[in-house]
Every structure is written in structure tokens, then in C-alpha cells.
């Protein structure tokens, strides 16, 4: 099982940038895929950004298009999802999610663990 921790979230005013970091540990599967998701209040939850081993990302939404951008660092052994020029309707719990990549691409379903979710507020 691999545990994943979220850091980051905030309350911003629109306009501002966030950085989301997601640590998994005891991640030893060397094809993986890291996700963001996020889950609005009174909303189903929607793939964000998916990022595989093979350093191939995939954005899901089309309104994050140019302000949101998944990254990984191998330093740090993180994921992160940077948010700029955020807005009202980015507010939400982001999640973090692994799964072991089957696929080329990691699709946004069938992740097996998940982290405990990190706040977004974003004001107007």
C-alpha cells in the first residue's frame, strides 16, 4: 500500500498561485501513475492532472488549460501541482492518488490509494 500525503492547500485571493505537494511513501513499483484530484462542495470529483513514470502528464480539465501544471521531483521524491491565476471555481479538497501504471497512459480511474486531501479556498 503506498501512503500519500498532501501539503499545500491555502486560502488565496482569485488570482493567486498555490503549490500542491503530494509525498508517497513506500511507493517501490517502478510504473506508477500520481494524480491530482478534487472534489468542489456539493460536486462528484474530477481528475485534475495525472502524471506517469514516464514523465507523460495529462490535464483533465479544460478550464486549469495554461494555470495549472503537475511536475515531478526526484529530489524531493514529491508530486507537485503548481496553480496560477487561480479562481472561485478552483476552490475544493485536492487529493492525491496513486495507482501502478498498466498502460501507457495513466487514465484518471481505478487509482487504489489515496491521500487525505489538501483545502482550496480561492476568494473572489
Known amino acids: 500500500q503506498v501512503h500519500l500525503v498532501e501539503s499545500g492547500g491555502d486560502s488565496v485571493q482569485a488570482g493567486g498561485s498555490l503549490r500542491l505537494s503530494c509525498a508517497p511513501s513506500?511507493?517501490?513499483?517502478?510504473?506508477?501513475?500520481l494524480g491530482w484530484f478534487r472534489q468542489a462542495p456539493g460536486k462528484g470529483r474530477e481528475a485534475v492532472a495525472v502524471?506517469?513514470?514516464?514523465?507523460?502528464?495529462?490535464y483533465y480539465v479544460d478550464s486549469i488549460e495554461g494555470r495549472f501544471s503537475i511536475s515531478r521531483d526526484k529530489a524531493q521524491n514529491t508530486v507537485s501541482l503548481q496553480m496560477d491565476k487561480l479562481k472561485p471555481n478552483d476552490t475544493a479538497m485536492y487529493y492525491c492518488a496513486y495507482k501502478e501504471r498498466i498502460y501507457y497512459d495513466c487514465g484518471r480511474r481505478d487509482y487504489s490509494d489515496w491521500g487525505q486531501g489538501t483545502q482550496v479556498t480561492v476568494s473572489a
Open positions: 502524471l506517469g513514470d514516464n514523465g507523460r502528464p495529462t
Open positions: 513506500g511507493l517501490t513499483n517502478k510504473r506508477w501513475c
